[in-house]
């Protein structure tokens, strides 16, 4: 491994390519420190301080994760990447309904192109109501400038601070996704994931740093994190990233018989090949929806018994759909299963597939083209697709059992699991299979060997 890391650097396009991509990873986390102006910073910092554990404090938790940006710290890339993976997540949704976008995806580049040009349309609209909403609660909560809030004796600055947010925060967003495109096109890796996963890692020294401050090898001492207790949060990351990595490369190989073709006096096909369904085919979007969705009904409820105090059943309920409630568990479970469902629903179309591998002259032995092999990829599909939601929703809920069976903080304990570890792990094995890729095409070992043998491949079941 260590050589292969060595011939890296022995490949200039390759080199070239790595060095660009950390430059403009470089150039992200340097723009998510510039303020926007007029926001009081420390009274930001004071107010989500003040909120922990609470509703707005997870889904500001959440939107870190996801997003790559922060709403504790209100700077021009504060939005992050969310709008666009939002727009690109709608747009591939309406392409299943609107047979316009439909057609547009089977055109191959020319309508992947025009498709992208709807993305970036509508992640500027998208960033507009984004922004004009976290002004309009940062204001709500007297979080900026007194010279800038006030409508009726500064109207100038006030409307100077709402266009320069507005505008700020787009077009931040817009240079991020410019930094993902650049990427993808000069780089190596997933531009828009990279930035994702640069926005999760850059929280990890500081939950490491806060561990060894609050670490003691004494057994007998007062730390609040003992030596076996490090133990145990060292092998469960080792565990979690484990089966991460299993259940990522997790697929199962469905054989596929090319049938025979006999031109003249040479006979072609005949070859036996696999067809590859990803256990885990929706990745960590079941995860990111049902999070997303989890949020509001604590929210909702909470605000319902501030307007209704003597109701306390709504404390109860709000209480409840915390992080560490048991309804919030059972709730979290349910929508990850029916998002990993509705999900592969959406992207899996087996009849699309199957109609592809008549056309082709291929067909699953014993079953015939059509909709018997329709039927039965579909029914695979499912069960496949019942284990890989089983392991979400466990990975999902371990950072919040260990963070209250050990009394460890969240910002610990959400990398042993959840959607931050999935996002890491997944863009990080597609980061080490591209570079691996161009160093056996240029005759060089892969990480694992110095053979063809030896590549990172997917594991079957």
């Not at 003691?216 to 979690?240: E, R």
């Not at 319902?304 to 209480?319: G, Y």
């Not at 591209?434 to 063809?452: K, Q, T």
Request: some cysteine; overall charge positive; charged content about 15%.
């Amino acid at each position: 491994m260590i050589k292969a890391f060595l011939n890296i650097f022995k490949v200039r396009e390759l080199r070239n390519k790595i060095l660009f991509t950390l430059g403009l990873l470089a150039v992200y986390r340097i723009g998510f420190y510039i303020a926007l102006p007029g926001v009081d910073q420390e009274e930001l910092t004071r107010h989500f301080q003040s909120s922990s554990g609470g509703g707005i404090d997870r889904l500001s938790d959440y939107f870190a994760i996801f997003t790559g940006g922060s709403l504790h710290q209100s700077t021009l890339f504060g939005l992050g990447i969310m709008p666009y993976i939002s727009a690109s997540i709608i747009l591939q949704l309406l392409a299943t309904v609107v047979p316009t976008l439909e057609r547009l995806q089977k055109e191959g580049d020319v309508g992947r192109k025009k498709i992208q040009e709807y993305t970036r349309y509508l992640t500027v609209i998208i960033c507009v109501i984004q922004s004009v909403f976290w002004l309009k609660y940062i204001v709500s909560q007297n979080l900026v400038y007194a010279e800038y809030a006030d409508w009726s004796n500064q109207f100038l600055n006030t409307l100077s601070f709402w266009l320069i947010g507005v505008f700020g925060m787009t077009a931040g967003t817009v240079f991020l996704m410019w930094l993902g495109e650049q990427i993808d096109e000069y780089g190596i890796g997933n531009g828009i994931s990279l930035i994702i996963m640069a926005g999760i890692l850059s929280r990890m020294p500081h939950a490491v740093f806060e561990v060894i401050r609050e670490s003691s090898f004494d057994v007998t001492g007062d730390a609040k994190y003992g030596p076996l207790k490090i133990l145990f949060l060292i092998a469960a990351f080792v565990g979690v990233v484990a089966g991460s990595i299993l259940i990522t490369q997790g697929q199962r190989r469905i054989p596929i018989q090319q049938a025979k073709q006999t031109r003249g006096r040479r006979v072609y096909g005949g070859q036996r090949q696999y067809l590859p369904l990803r256990v885990n085919h929706g990745g960590v979007m079941p995860i990111i929806f049902a999070s997303s969705l989890l949020i509001f009904p604590g929210l909702i409820f909470d605000r319902l018994h501030a307007w209704i105090p003597s109701w306390n059943w709504l404390a109860v309920i709000a209480m409840e759909l915390q992080g560490s409630g048991f309804l919030y568990a059972m709730c979290y479970v349910a929508l990850v299963y029916f998002f990993a469902y509705f999900w592969t629903t959406v992207q899996f179309q087996p009849k699309e597939m199957a109609n592809q591998l008549r056309d082709y002259g291929s067909f699953i032995p014993g079953l015939r083209p059509g909709k018997r092999t329709a039927d039965y990829l579909e029914t695979v599909m499912t069960r496949i697709t019942f284990v890989g939601a089983g392991f979400l929703a466990a990975i999902a809920l371990i950072p919040q059992v260990i963070s209250e069976a050990l009394d460890i903080p969240f910002s610990i304990s959400s990398f042993l699991g959840g959607t931050g570890l999935l996002i890491v792990v997944s863009v990080s094995l597609d980061m080490v299979q591209r570079i691996e890729a161009n160093l056996i095409m240029r005759n060089y070992g892969g990480f694992l060997g110095d053979s063809g043998g030896g590549r990172i491949k997917g594991s079957y079941t």
